[in-house]
């Protein structure tokens, strides 16, 4: 199975967009998700279409199973 971090963020500008990490360590806590979400808006890492992410919306693991066609 492949699992995935998804943390939307809200922007400056009123919209959601996500920042996707693949694979995130097997025991990743809601606080060091929040955390490093803050860092991330506190510091202004990432612009969407000019706008600054400003704060964590939601966070969550999808987990994916693949099986192939035989």
């Given amino acids: 199975m492949k699992s995935t971090l998804v943390m939307n963020f809200k922007t400056e500008n009123g919209k959601i967009t996500p920042i996707s990490i ?3 360590k097997a025991d990743l806590t809601e606080a060091e998700v929040k955390a490093a979400a803050n860092e991330i808006a ?3 890492a990432f612009l969407v279409g ?3 992410l400003v704060a964590l919306d939601r966070a969550f693991i999808r987990t994916v199973e693949e099986t192939a066609l035989p």
């Fill in 22 to 24: 693949t694979e995130p």
């Fill in 42 to 44: 506190v510091k202004k």
């Fill in 50 to 52: 000019g706008s600054p």
